[in-house]
């Protein structure tokens, strides 16, 4: 039950949902029924921090665990880049984590700079990069149909950078 | 896990720790956004300093409305953990979501919003409120709800 600041009940989840879908950004289901958390692309469930904030740096990173069911040391001091690629490995250890490497891609970006796979990715190609250092990274406006295109356009990128190490 | 009781006389005091998860009892939680200072601590809870802190509403509506709901105890982020304790703010932090999924009832206290006369006007100034523009406030809205009988 939500409170105002006189504690008068305003409203559960169940009747409070379109506004809290359309202030969030997460989809009317996920709210609903959380269950159908755990089927949503890593991509979109990262995109739900994009735009909130933490007191301390790393927190962004840390308060994503319960999202993903991931435990990991809680590291004060590492900084937001490094708590969040801790995150992201623990992530791509699982099965299905591809749409990680979709993030930076805005669809304007997607659409401006056409099928060069390497152009779209806003930053030096470099094996240790292919992580992103944010959740900022994750645009919620990348519109999900996209998301799918770019799964199979980062997996050739993968094959890629593999191909390059091999030779 | 720690929790608060309160007692007939509306004093509030803490449980031992929890260490077997399954031997919980079942209680209330909140979800809140903290004023910078002015939370009580478990160290403040325990002392009775706390009363002066101008978020002490919190604890004492929290044990009101569980004691509506019928429930012995509920769970407070600021004074339930002892952050001095390194190892249990680890655990808490690491544990925090499924604590969610496991209380009975939740309450989300909005510090921003003031609720006008008109129900839907309420719900749209949700909007403003900071509980949705924070990281950790997340898997609060998310962590899936244990199914209990209606009452």
Same mark, same amino acid.
């Given at each position: 039950? =939500? ?64 999202? =993903? ?26 099965? $299905? ?9 805005? =669809? ?55 191909? $390059?190490?091999?030779? | !896990?720690? *929790? ?14 929890? !260490? ?9 939680? *909140? ?17 009775? @300093? ?27 982020? @600021? ?16 544990? !925090? ?12 206290? *909005? ?25 950790? @406030? ?14």
């Amino acid at each position: 039950m =939500f409170y105002d600041s006189n504690w008068r009940p305003i409203g559960d989840k169940e009747s409070c949902y379109p506004i809290i879908s359309s202030i969030t950004g997460i989809g009317v289901n996920c709210i609903l029924n959380p269950s159908q958390v755990k089927r949503e692309l890593y991509f979109t469930r990262i995109s739900w921090v994009e735009e909130r904030q933490t007191t301390k740096a790393e927190d962004i990173a840390y308060c994503l665990m319960g999202i =993903f069911d991931v435990h990991m040391p809680l590291l004060y001091g590492e900084g937001e880049f490094k708590a969040f690629k801790r995150l992201q490995h623990e992530l791509v250890k699982r099965a $299905s984590s591809s749409s990680l490497l979709t993030w930076g891609i805005s =669809f304007n970006n997607c659409i401006s700079t056409g099928p060069d796979l390497w152009s779209i990715f806003p930053r030096s190609i470099n094996r240790q990069d292919i992580l992103a250092q944010s959740p900022k990274h994750f645009s919620h406006q990348l519109v999900l149909e996209s998301v799918a295109t770019l799964r199979d356009r980062s997996k050739a990128w993968v094959h890629k950078i593999a191909g $390059s190490k091999s030779s | !896990m720690r *929790l608060l009781e309160r007692s007939d006389a509306g004093e509030f005091s803490l449980t031992d720790y929890f !260490m077997n998860q399954d031997k919980i009892p079942p209680y209330a939680i *909140l979800s809140h956004t903290w004023v910078a200072g002015e939370e009580v601590v478990l160290e403040e809870l325990k002392n009775g @300093t706390g009363k002066g802190k101008s978020s002490y509403h919190k604890i004492q509506f929290c044990g009101e409305q569980a004691k509506r709901d019928r429930l012995q105890y509920f769970w407070v982020d @600021t004074c339930c953990i002892d952050k001095t304790n390194s190892v249990e703010l680890q655990e808490a932090i690491n544990n !925090m979501f499924r604590w969610y999924q496991k209380a009975e009832v939740r309450y989300v206290y *909005l510090s921003d919003v003031h609720l006008e006369v008109n129900d839907d006007l309420g719900k749209l100034i949700l909007r403003k409120s900071r509980w949705f523009k924070r990281g950790w @406030t997340l898997q609060k809205l998310l962590a899936p709800h244990k199914s209990r009988p209606t009452r």
